[in-house]
């Protein structure tokens, strides 16, 4: 029996490969760009595998590089130069500003809309591990004033005063 032709874009076959790396491996923060290709042509949710997936995965789906095509963001390269799904909060290339992010529901299969569930009920939420940011130098400031009315001596004195 032959396969019916799926119309579907190839970002969003791009993306629907790399949300089930994401699912099914749930331990990696992200994934080499070959992996998302070959998971998009193994898929293969459209008849054939197409020209332009090493395109997508590696320029046209990616938030934070110059957009040369399309303005999607659904795609973020890592430090690595990996890519992972993007999450609200990642920086972004500034002309793809308002770019789709994930698929139109009622654009992909029905086998996978569940990943469009999941990516907005558990992948979004994950916070991200490669922010340039220190975690720790995040907190300075964060309990500023918390001592000012107390005179340290007299509070550590206080709290060794029941010591014997």
Same mark, same amino acid.
């Not at 579907?8 to 070959?34: G, Q, Y």
């Not at 898929?43 to 095509?69: F, L, M, T, W």
């Not at 916070?127 to 940011?133: F, H, I, M, Q, W």
């Given at each position: 029996?032959?396969?019916?032709?799926?119309?579907?874009?190839?970002?969003?076959?791009?993306?629907?490969?790399?949300?089930?790396?994401?699912?099914?491996?749930?331990?990696?923060?992200?994934?080499?760009?070959?992996?998302?290709?070959?998971?998009?042509?193994?898929?293969?949710?459209?008849?054939?595998?197409?020209?332009?997936?090493?395109?997508?995965?590696?320029?046209?789906?990616?938030?934070?590089?110059?957009?040369?095509?399309?303005?999607?963001?659904?795609?973020?390269?890592?430090? %690595?130069?990996?890519? $992972?799904?993007?999450?609200?909060? &990642?920086?972004?290339?500034?002309? !793809?500003?308002?770019? =789709?992010? #994930?698929?139109?529901?009622?654009?992909?299969?029905?086998?996978?809309?569940?990943?469009?569930?999941?990516?907005?009920?558990?992948? %979004?939420?994950?916070? $991200?591990?490669?922010?340039?940011? &220190?975690?720790?130098?995040?907190? !300075?400031?964060?309990? =500023?004033? #918390?001592?000012?009315?107390?005179?340290?001596?007299?509070?550590?004195?206080?709290?060794?005063?029941?010591?014997?």
């Amino acid at each position: 029996m032959l396969k019916q032709p799926v119309s579907i874009k190839l970002a969003d076959e791009v993306w629907l490969a790399a949300a089930l790396l994401h699912r099914e491996n749930p331990t990696r923060e992200d994934f080499t760009l070959r992996e998302i290709v070959e998971r998009t042509i193994a898929e293969s949710i459209h008849e054939e595998a197409r020209r332009g997936i090493y395109a997508h995965v590696s320029q046209h789906c990616v938030a934070n590089r110059p957009p040369n095509r399309g303005r999607y963001r659904m795609l973020y390269e890592t430090e %690595k130069g990996r890519r $992972r799904l993007f999450r609200s909060g &990642d920086s972004y290339h500034p002309e !793809r500003e308002g770019g =789709k992010i #994930l698929p139109d529901r009622d654009e992909v299969p029905e086998k996978y809309r569940d990943l469009i569930d999941w990516y907005n009920t558990k992948f %979004k939420k994950i916070p $991200r591990r490669d922010s340039k940011e &220190d975690p720790l130098l995040g907190l !300075r400031g964060m309990w =500023k004033g #918390l001592w000012k009315d107390e005179n340290p001596d007299d509070y550590v004195r206080n709290l060794r005063k029941d010591w014997e």
